[in-house]
């Protein structure tokens, strides 16, 4: 997440000082993604420099000081509301290299792995239902008896966080389930009986199993 | 003390004998309490509807105990079963099953009527159960008036009209959009957060996660759960009295 573009997104709606755009910045997102005001003051140091924001003035009573957007900043800014997120890098993802290790480090109870995260990752769905629950209760009590007319919709804000982590949630759960599944088919797949180095070799693809001691007629009873 | 509105003690269920006998259900134990949602997940064929069926008295355990509300099935007669199913269980399907000739509230009141109750009181009930549930102005519909999420929410209203407490349901949102399936969820949740116990089937994690706790089904047996959230006595103290 581009905290540079984050700021820059609130600067747009006005001046705001480092402490005032972390709270605005977590109440928007539900506290997911939490700055600390190091953070904040660091990276408004680096758009200053890079001539995107400008102080408004000298520091208050309180020794805060508001920045706002210059030109250069505002075009910044638009340019990322019209560009999409950048997905060619694949971000490094702890289980799937974990299962993808699982399958090629010999001794390893891969479905077990899968089983223990399912479970892990089905309770943090459980949890996030939950808070998706409160949130849209929360809603239609506002549609009876508007607690804060005209307020921003940061619920609206929230909801969207949440629900993209539920879908993500959901689909690593889908992608364990198909893990398993493809286990299993693996397991049962009629393995080509080895027979010289040399056409091994020429075979091409080895597998995570290729380098078992006794080889059986199925895989299963690795597991 | 308040005790599970179901139990499944160490069930079997075995189709078939000999050779070509299939084990769908293998020494399966399972609690639901008044106030539980559990979903129940697992690959096709992993014992999920046979479960469901034995827990609605739908099949017969080979071998094993299936108590709803306090009766052991095992030692009722058939009849005696009928008439549990009718009177404490009721059923939700994928595909809600709503008699297209009748309206929303007569499709509610029927299985009370089944059931010897007198038209009049049943259809009262029915309207009783509607308006708790918040679909007043569905009463008088027929099915092809209502959406596909109305008609799975009146058929959650007429699998707990009356007496019963305890609710299954294989797959209720199977046939609906995501969102619409969440109504259907949050209906079922609220009904259990009134103090109804369910059992739902389900291969959707994002619809397991409205249940308080999830068991995994595989060949037959639970081979992962959960939950539940706290301890027994915090589940009893949160049911409602």
Not at chain 1, 97 to 117: E, H, N, S
Not at chain 2, 205 to 218: C, I, K, S
């Amino acid at each position: 997440m581009s905290v540079k573009q984050g700021l820059m997104a609130l600067l747009a709606e006005g001046p705001m000082y480092g402490a005032q755009l972390r709270a605005e910045f977590e109440e928007r997102t539900g506290g997911t993604w939490p700055l600390n005001v190091g953070q904040v003051y660091t990276t408004l140091s680096r758009l200053e420099r890079d001539g995107f924001v400008e102080a408004t003035g000298e520091a208050d009573a309180e020794g805060r000081i508001s920045y706002r957007l210059t030109e250069a900043g505002a075009a910044e800014n638009a340019t990322w509301w019209t560009t999409p997120v950048d997905r060619d890098s694949t971000p490094r993802d702890e289980l799937t290299i974990k299962l993808a290790l699982a399958v090629t480090v010999p001794g390893v109870d891969v479905r077990a792995v899968a089983q223990t995260q399912r479970t892990a990752t089905l309770k943090h769905l459980h949890d996030l239902t939950r808070l998706k629950q409160q949130v849209v209760a929360r809603q239609r009590e506002d549609e009876t008896e508007p607690s804060h007319p005209g307020a921003p919709d940061h619920d609206l804000a929230w909801l969207l966080v949440l629900e993209n982590l539920i879908f993500s949630a959901e689909a690593e759960v889908r992608w364990l389930d198909h893990v398993e599944t493809r286990l299993h088919r693996e397991a049962l797949r009629p393995r080509p009986q080895p027979t010289t180095d040399g056409e091994r070799a020429a075979g091409g693809a080895r597998t995570a199993y290729d380098d078992e001691p006794e080889p059986t007629t199925t895989r299963g009873a690795r597991r | 003390m308040r005790y599970p509105s179901l139990i499944l003690d160490d069930v079997t269920r075995v189709h078939g004998s000999g050779e070509t006998a299939v084990r769908a259900l293998a020494g399966v134990s399972l609690d639901v309490m008044p106030g539980e949602l559990v979903a129940v997940m697992g690959p096709s064929g992993s014992g999920k509807s046979t479960l469901l069926n034995l827990a609605g008295g739908l099949d017969k355990a080979t071998s094993g105990r299936v108590v709803i509300e306090g009766e052991d099935l095992t030692k009722m007669t058939p009849k005696g079963i009928a008439q549990l199913r009718r009177q404490r269980v009721g059923f939700v399907f994928q595909d809600y099953n709503l008699i297209p000739s009748l309206t929303a509230a007569e499709n509610v009141s029927l299985p009370l009527e089944l059931d010897g109750e007198r038209p009049r009181k049943a259809r009262l009930l029915a309207r009783q159960t509607l308006d708790l549930m918040d679909l007043r102005e569905l009463a008088d519909r027929f099915p092809d008036q209502m959406s596909g999420g109305q008609q799975q929410r009146v058929a959650i209203a007429r699998a707990l009209v009356g007496t019963r407490r305890l609710v299954l349901a294989d797959e209720p949102t199977g046939a609906l959009d995501t969102h619409t399936g969440e109504e259907v969820l949050r209906v079922l949740r609220e009904r259990c957060d009134d103090g109804v116990a369910g059992l739902l089937v389900t291969h959707e994690a994002r619809h397991a996660a409205w249940a308080d706790r999830v068991v995994f089904l595989r060949d037959g047996v639970i081979v992962d759960s959960t939950g539940p959230a706290g301890s027994a006595e915090d589940l009893l103290d949160a049911a409602p009295a």
